[in-house]
């Protein structure tokens, strides 16, 4: 392949991932009276993939164990005008595999209060014959 053919290859190859990580940023959004796709998650992720939140208190999720407590919270009406968004990144391509470390902001109300917050999050991309997934991923929230 030449360079331009791999330059080309490259920015497509992005251009899915950040497509990918809206999509994912986006499955938590319920303003405006929105419906999360909170489901959506088990097309993004792999089946066997790994979550992590570092902080402030450490814990592994399975794909199934972090959907359905997310799904409660932004539709039983406990946390509404939600959404999170990524406020930078940097994405790494090499081949098959990419890398994602960016920073993100979410807001909303938690039972009639104000919601926000900030924090980070790491990405581990790896192209499936369906395309882009995420094998893993890990946030830490600002406290």
Avoid: C, H
């Avoid at 991932?17 to 088990?42: K, Q, S, W």
């Avoid at 938690?110 to 991923?137: C, H, M, N």
Wanted: zero cysteines; a negative charge.
């Amino acid at each position: 392949m030449s360079k331009i053919e791999n330059d080309q290859a490259e920015k497509t190859d992005k251009a899915e991932i950040d497509a990918l990580t809206a999509e994912f940023f986006g499955a938590f959004d319920n303003r405006d009276g929105r419906t999360p796709d909170v489901a959506v998650i088990r097309r993004l992720v792999l089946p066997e993939g790994v979550i992590v939140v570092t902080g402030p208190q450490f814990r592994v999720y399975s794909v199934e164990a972090f959907i359905e407590p997310r799904q409660r919270l932004l539709t039983e009406g406990r946390l509404v005008e939600f959404s999170e968004w990524e406020t930078s990144e940097r994405t790494e391509i090499a081949g098959d595999i990419a890398s994602r470390f960016g920073t993100y902001r979410k807001s909303g109300f938690l039972d009639g209060a104000p919601y926000e917050g900030e924090g980070s999050k790491s990405f581990q991309f790896v192209r499936t014959p369906e395309g882009w997934r995420i094998a893993a991923f890990a946030w830490y929230d600002q406290p």
